[in-house]
């Protein structure tokens, strides 16, 4: 069974500051994407990136990175320069590529708050 | 584009009545999904459908709760009767197929935030 961990429910920093955060999964699975969605205060889930499990390699967008490492089985998001616009909760998912079985597993969240 | 569109936004119900939520996907996704996320059990997948027919629906709670998708553009979640217990925001989403690359990225729509009083 796939489980997504993120053990950092809350989280606050000083704007401008950089943060972390934190997501380990487990699939049993060799082909198999991660996600990161941001679920701002209004509520709605907004999709940040797809990563497959044989691409390795760090990306970034604008002032957002992850750091995808199988070896460790974890894909971290940092938020360079933060600001009072990336308060929100983020998640962390797992989809395994399984035909007919197209599930996405979130983990429980870590609320980000930015202080001005 | 338009995204997935979810009705109502709010609603606020007496317990035993029932509830109907819609949602139209983006248009040519093969995959609608229904959520719920409620502060217990964080996100959780109802059931979801591939090309209209429900393929996975071992995550609805129990029998009050039924999804259909009698076309491609439109599904709806029904409650029937509602409990305070169902209080929660349900999200449908939608994907494509993406042969080439494998997987899929699912968009949400804005959610419906239900409460049974």
């Known amino acids: 069974a796939q489980k997504v961990t993120q053990a950092q429910t809350e989280i606050s920093v000083v704007e401008k500051e950089d943060v972390t955060l934190d997501c380990v999964y487990e699939t049993r699975d060799t082909t198999y994407y991660l996600f990161w969605y941001k679920q701002p205060p209004s509520g709605e889930l907004v999709f940040l990136i797809r990563r497959n499990s044989f691409d390795e390699q760090n990306e970034i967008s604008g002032r957002y990175s992850w750091n995808f490492q199988k070896s460790t089985s974890s894909f971290n998001f940092t938020i360079t320069a933060s600001q009072v616009v990336d308060s929100a909760v983020y998640f962390c998912?797992?989809?395994?590529?399984?035909?007919?079985?197209?599930?996405?597993?979130f983990g429980t969240g870590t609320r980000l708050t930015i202080i001005p | 584009d338009a995204g997935v569109i979810q009705s109502p936004r709010h609603e606020v119900t007496e317990m035993g009545q029932e509830v109907t939520l819609r949602c139209k996907p983006i248009s040519g996704h093969d995959y609608l999904f229904w959520y719920r996320q409620t502060m217990m059990r964080g996100l959780e997948l109802l059931i979801y459908f591939n090309n209209n027919v429900p393929i996975d629906d071992s995550g609805m709670p129990e029998d009050r709760f039924s999804a259909k998708m009698p076309n491609a553009s439109f599904s709806t979640l029904k409650i029937q009767p509602s409990e305070p217990r169902d209080s929660a925001v349900y999200f449908c989403a939608s994907s494509p197929m993406d042969s080439t690359l494998g997987g899929n990225t699912i968009y949400f729509g804005e959610g419906s935030w239900l409460t049974v009083v």
């Open positions: 998912a797992l989809s395994e590529r399984n035909f007919g079985n197209e599930k996405l597993t």
